[in-house]
């Protein structure tokens, strides 16, 4: 490290000065500097070309897990998940997150009918039966679930029921279960 310092940072200072205050051998700066580049710094080099190489070919989305199950599993590139890490890291090569997306719950921006809002948020009932509220839901697993509540004086629920019914069997339809419950 002392002695690439030197080397990048020898055409704004003299060497002499820079080993002096760094406490390296002159000699010993110059022996680094004509020396070949290692094995595994060649073999870092390569490695890197091969990173580059499927971060853009992932349009620079993979991160360093993405990257070394590519290298090891689609090109056969034996190398450890760290080393891979680490040169990424060294060369700043990052990937690219996702935009989140932004969760739409309301689209006011359509021409549809409206249903009129005939409750207008007055829960409270003068007698049993006089409002209704219902909500559907599809799970993943293909199960409609629809809870119907009526709701009493005071906004408190009376009675829930909840209604499930699988579709597609191998056997025919599967029966309509339903519990009540309160």
């Not at 060497?15 to 073999?43: E, F, I, K």
């Not at 590519?70 to 034996?78: N, R, T, W």
């Not at 409206?114 to 409002?131: C, H």
């Not at 799970?139 to 409609?144: D, I, K, T, W």
């Given at each position: ?8 940072h ?19 700066y110059y ?5 070949p ?13 091969r ?8 349009r ?6 993405r ?28 990937g690219?997150?996702?935009?989140r ?36 839901l599809?799970?993943?697993?293909q199960?409609q ?5 009526q709701?009493?004086?005071g906004g ?9 019914s699988?579709?597609?069997s ?7 279960l ?5």
């Amino acid at each position: 490290m002392k002695y690439q310092f030197v080397a990048d940072h020898s055409h704004e200072f003299p060497v002499t000065l820079m080993c002096r205050v760094l406490a390296v051998s002159r000699s010993g700066y110059y022996a680094w500097r004509g020396r070949p580049q290692s094995q595994r710094a060649q073999d870092n080099l390569e490695l890197l070309d091969r990173i580059k190489e499927v971060h853009a070919a992932s349009r620079e989305t993979y991160g360093s897990p993405r990257v070394h199950a590519e290298l090891v599993q689609g090109q056969g590139i034996q190398c450890n998940k760290k080393r891979v890490e680490r040169l990424m890291r060294i060369h700043d090569i990052r990937g690219r997150s996702r935009r989140r997306r932004r969760v739409k719950t309301t689209d006011s921006n359509h021409n549809l009918p409206v249903a009129p809002n005939l409750l207008d948020r007055q829960f409270e009932a003068d007698a049993p039966n006089r409002k209704w509220v219902a909500d559907t839901l599809v799970p993943a697993l293909q199960v409609q679930v629809s809870p119907t509540c009526q709701l009493l004086r005071g906004g408190s629920i009376w009675r829930s029921c909840w209604t499930c019914s699988r579709v597609g069997s191998s056997a025919g339809r599967w029966p309509t279960l339903c519990v009540r419950c309160w």
